[in-house]
Nanobody, 121 residues
Framework: QVQLVESGGGLVQAGGSLRLSCTAS????????VGWFRQAPGKEREVVAG????????YYADSVKGRFTISRDNAKNTVYLQMNDLKPEDTAVYYC??????????????WGQGTQVTVSS
């Protein structure tokens, strides 16, 4: 049972940048990948990006491709989401979770509190 804590959200102007962090405590050896998800008001939760713990593969939703970069630091048990050229459509609560692969079609962790990202126009 791994606990994941998201941080780094905030309020930014369109075109700005943020870096989100997902820190894990406990054993991470059983997780194949970590993914970032987001949920905007009135919308379903969607996967934004995912990365295998080995770093061998990564996945990005079409809406963020070229703007967001997912990376990991195994020594710190941390996964990052660098978000550049932010748009108002990126406004959402962002969560991370454990996934079986980088696409995060299937996840097996529990949801944490998330971190709020708000992009103003």
């Amino acid at each position: 049972q791994v606990q994941l804590v998201e941080s780094g959200g905030g309020l930014v102007q369109a075109g700005g940048s943020l870096r989100l962090s997902c820190t894990a405590s406990g054993r991470t050896a059983s997780s194949y990948a970590v993914g970032w998800f987001r949920q905007a008001p009135g919308k379903e939760r969607e996967v934004v990006a995912g990365i295998t713990w080995s770093g061998g593969s990564a996945y990005y939703a079409d809406s963020v491709k070229g703007r967001f970069t997912i990376s990991r630091d195994n020594a710190k048990n941390t996964v990052y989401l660098q978000m550049n050229d932010l748009k108002p459509e990126d406004t959402a609560v962002y969560y991370c979770n454990l996934c079986v692969d980088a696409t995060c079609r299937y996840f097996f962790g529990s949801w944490g509190q998330g971190t709020q990202v708000t992009v103003s126009s």
